[in-house]
């Protein structure tokens, strides 16, 4: 026996070793793969991935190529939390740029590197992030996972190391963004810190706050709304629309304005929260245009990331769900609309569709602002000695600040030129026929620009 343990020891060492000379050249070919992505070389990306797929017959080879692009998705995912990312900008930002199946690769590598973090320190608006995005572990074995993706997608299992790849690079290239909560690993702890930067302190107005003073706004009213909504924009009848918007828009106001009434008699005023919507293209300007004014008339500020296809809204809970659920609802409107309007030739026959639906989207979001300026003028001067005045220019403040301490470079962008005439009029003529909502009325909101 003491002669057989001596003999096997070499064999053990050579296969340790093996396995190691093979993850590093796992490792450094994955790494040559991602650096052409980044360089833009993709001949060079395709070459890198063609061998790291090639050596298939090599002992072990795939499953070190494997390990290796899991240790460098979770990484990455890592990085991204610490660079104020969310699972749902994540994975959106992923299906964007890439395709829906990559949006899926990364839902999943976000639920692997999840189980990393004890339960009790994941942000409960973290948690419904998670959902919304399926991020849930549904494989068996983590060295199995590739095999089982590939099955799920119906794809050759050759497909997925280059995806893996484009997705690492992908993952590995995002910017910071301002922190909008805990990430995880730090809920729970009682920590009053936000992670715009290592150690940055919450000022007392200004920037994200903490979870413990954030209000939740009340699932079933956002329930109820998101249903009247579904339906108005389902509906052939316009009236029957407008109807529903109406009782939703309300249903949301009496949220708001209850939350307002309640910081009143409490004395405390809170703080704001942040929020990223999707600005997608086609039209992401005349849409940013829209997500703006709309953000505007509910007492919250929009920041457009153009080049990330997102926004980050800033605001109270109750406003920012409101902003979020009134945008997509009048930008269903608008598209139904444009649509409906159908393609556009000129004289001599030429396409003119493209730029008459660029101006058509925005007139819409100009004839918006300007009815809710209108209104908002209406709201401020009804709300004008009430208690709810000095609450509420408590938050214009407090969202001010906060914007500044995010954005603390932020600029203002110009608006696009508009060569269209025919599309603008049709665009503000749809604008008038939107229904809008009736929360200004009672929320006192004013025109920010």
């Known amino acids: 026996m003491r002669n057989a343990r001596r003999r096997s020891q070499p064999g053990g060492t050579a296969g340790a070793a093996g ?3 093979l993850a590093e050249a796992a ?7 991602v650096g052409a992505l980044r360089l833009g070389d993709a001949a060079g990306a395709r070459r890198s991935a063609a061998e790291l797929t090639g050596r298939s017959g090599v002992p072990g080879w795939t499953l ?25 900008d994540v994975v959106g930002f992923a299906s964007r740029r890439r395709t829906a199946r990559h949006g899926r690769l990364a839902a999943d590598a976000i639920a692997g590197e999840m189980r990393a973090y004890p339960g009790t320190t994941v942000d409960d608006r973290w948690r419904e992030q998670l959902a919304a995005v399926g991020a849930e572990v549904w494989w068996d074995t983590d060295d199995g996972y590739p095999d089982a993706w590939c099955e799920r997608e119906g794809v050759e299992h050759a497909l997925y190391v280059p995806w893996a790849v484009e997705l690492v690079q992908l993952l590995e290239s995002l910017p910071r963004l301002p922190s909008l909560g805990p990430p995880p690993g730090t809920s ?11 150690g940055a302190e919450v000022p007392e107005r200004g920037g994200a706050v903490p979870h413990e003073r954030v209000r939740d706004v009340d699932q079933r009213t956002l329930g109820r709304v998101r249903a009247l909504l579904a339906k108005a924009e389902s509906t052939e009848f316009p009236e ?29 005023i809170g703080g704001p929260a942040g929020r990223r919507i999707a600005v997608d293209n086609p039209y992401d300007s005349p849409k940013a245009a829209l997500l703006t004014v709309v953000a505007g008339a509910n007492r919250c500020r929009a920041v457009w990331h153009r080049e990330l296809g997102l926004a980050t809204v800033v605001g109270y809970p109750a406003d920012l769900a409101a902003v979020e659920m009134m945008f997509t609802s009048l930008l269903v409107q608008a598209t139904s609309a444009m649509v409906h309007a159908g393609p556009r030739r000129d004289a001599r026959g030429r396409s003119r569709t493209r730029s008459f639906r660029h101006a058509f989207l925005n007139a819409y ?3 918006i602002g300007e009815r809710l300026r209108e209104a908002a003028d209406r709201a401020t001067a009804g709300a004008r000695g009430t208690v709810l005045v000095p609450v509420l220019a408590a938050r214009d403040r407090a969202v001010d600040e906060a914007v500044g301490t995010m954005f603390p470079n932020l600029a203002k962008g110009r608006a696009g030129s508009v060569s269209n005439y025919e599309g603008w009029v049709a665009g503000r003529a749809a604008a008038d026929l939107a229904s809008l909502n009736d929360r200004l009325g009672v929320t006192g909101a004013h025109d920010r620009s």
């Open 64 to 88: 070190a190529v494997h390990r290796c692009l899991a240790v460098r998705l979770r990484c990455a995912i890592t990085t991204a939390w610490q660079r104020g990312w969310q699972p749902a």
């Open 240 to 268: 029957e629309a407008e109807a529903l918007s109406a009782r939703a828009q309300e249903l949301m106001a009496r949220h708001s304005i209850d939350d307002a009434l309640l910081a009143a008699e409490t004395g405390d």
């Open 19 to 21: 396995a190691a000379s």
């Open 27 to 33: 490792d450094e070919l994955v790494g040559r793969a």
């Open 365 to 367: 979001a100009a004839r």
């Open 188 to 198: 729970g702890t009682g920590a009053s810190r936000r992670t715009d930067s290592p």
